[in-house]
């Protein structure tokens, strides 16, 4: 009869780094990096996130997909899994659910559903989405077509470009994202929480191990410092009894054969373990290699942004996506994470002069802040 564990690993058996590290566990591993800002320089130049305004005809896209082309009631598309992964992060102007519910009938006699199941699709989608009302009104004269300019006016005051299908867009001098980039961010997030979720587990496990290590090195020395307080005549009979279990030839035997069991069960298992992990590290170079291809994908991809961005638009920018109220401190190390470099000695107080001056912000007590309701701003025309 063979013995337990000498079975070579089947297939099924072998661990899969892609089935442990999903890409929705991508947010979670994400932030055990930023606890800390050791942590997060690990991880600052993996990671690709993409923030863009939507444009409406880029949802109707998804909504067509949900009710008329997805064969699974729970299957994903790439749009779906990237937004839940958090490497993809989009905005919409508020007049984009005028839009959207604007054609739902006309999506759900497309598609051959009823206009329930479109609104039920709708609402699904609304949850993944963040939603700003810009505060600036651009005059329609010489604009090619006037139901673009929220989303011209999103991109200006959030300093980012507008995924869309419209060529009127490009026309009225917005940065726009042409390529269909789910696909790219979908793949970028299976690859890189698998490669973040290793090291991850791997800086944990270290961080305990060396824990570990350094508990027991004070225990041994505590253990040390107790036998050295002993009586003499306590420590001698100690090393009597120790010299004697080595010496002792039964005792020397019975060391030595459990010594040939732990080798003979390591040479068993050699060949198993060994397999498994050449396999894990054939996952972490595929994983690594496809994150680094996807990233150059998703970047080429991209329109350039200007990098002299204000506090303001960073500002904005990091409340819309939160949706909560944030301390100052919160917004700054936020701020830096996205690649905000302040000049000043105190960006926080800097940051609290700016917001306030803004008049789009209204401070809370306990000093966080929040976006003023549209409805109390004066709107900025530009003609």
Not at 39 to 67: S, T
Not at 277 to 298: F, G, P, S
């Amino acid at each position: 009869m063979e013995k337990v564990g000498t079975q070579p690993l089947s297939s099924e058996s072998t661990l899969r780094l892609d089935h442990l590290f999903r890409s929705d566990h991508l947010v979670t591993i994400r932030d055990f990096f930023a606890m800390s800002p050791e942590l997060h320089l690990l991880i600052r130049h993996q990671v690709v996130q993409v923030f863009a305004i939507v444009d409406a005809n880029v949802i109707q896209g998804e909504l067509r997909w949900r009710l008329g082309r997805r064969e699974k009631r729970d299957a994903r598309s790439g749009l779906e899994e990237a937004l839940d992964a958090g490497v993809l992060v989009l905005i919409a102007p508020n007049f984009l659910k005028v839009e959207i519910e604007k054609y739902l009938p006309a999506i759900a006699y497309d598609t051959e559903t009823t206009f329930a199941e479109a609104e039920r699709e709708w609402e699904a989608v609304q949850g993944k989405l963040h939603f700003y009302e810009p505060f600036s009104r651009v005059c329609a004269n010489g604009v090619v077509d006037p139901k673009d300019l929220p989303y011209l006016n999103a991109s200006a005051e959030l300093g980012l470009p507008v995924y869309t299908r419209d060529q009127d867009l490009k026309q009225m001098g917005a940065p726009v994202v042409w390529v269909c980039i789910d696909t790219a961010c979908r793949d970028h997030a299976r690859a890189t929480s698998v490669t973040l979720g290793f090291t991850a587990g791997s800086t944990f496990s270290l961080t305990i191990g060396a824990e570990a290590v350094r508990a027991a090195i004070r225990g041994m020395r505590a253990l040390y410092e107790a036998f050295r307080r002993q009586p003499a005549w306590l420590q001698l009979a100690v090393a009597g009894a120790l010299a004697a279990l080595v010496i002792h030839p039964r005792s020397r035997v019975k060391i030595l054969e459990v010594w040939r069991d732990v080798s003979r069960s390591a040479a068993n298992l050699k060949g198993p373990l060994l397999d498994s992990l050449l396999a894990l590290m054939k996952e972490i170079a595929d994983a690594q290699a496809n994150a680094h291809r996807t990233q150059r994908e998703i970047e080429s991809a991209l329109p350039p942004t200007s990098k002299n961005a204000s506090a303001l638009v960073y500002a904005r920018r990091i409340c819309v996506v939160a949706e909560i109220p944030l301390s100052s401190h919160e917004i700054v190390r936020k701020m830096r994470s996205a690649g905000y470099v302040s000049r000043g000695k105190s960006p926080e107080a800097y940051l609290r002069r700016v917001l306030r001056k803004s008049g789009e912000f209204i401070e809370l007590p306990g000093g966080t802040w929040q976006f003023r309701p549209a409805s109390m701003l004066s709107p900025l025309v530009n003609c």
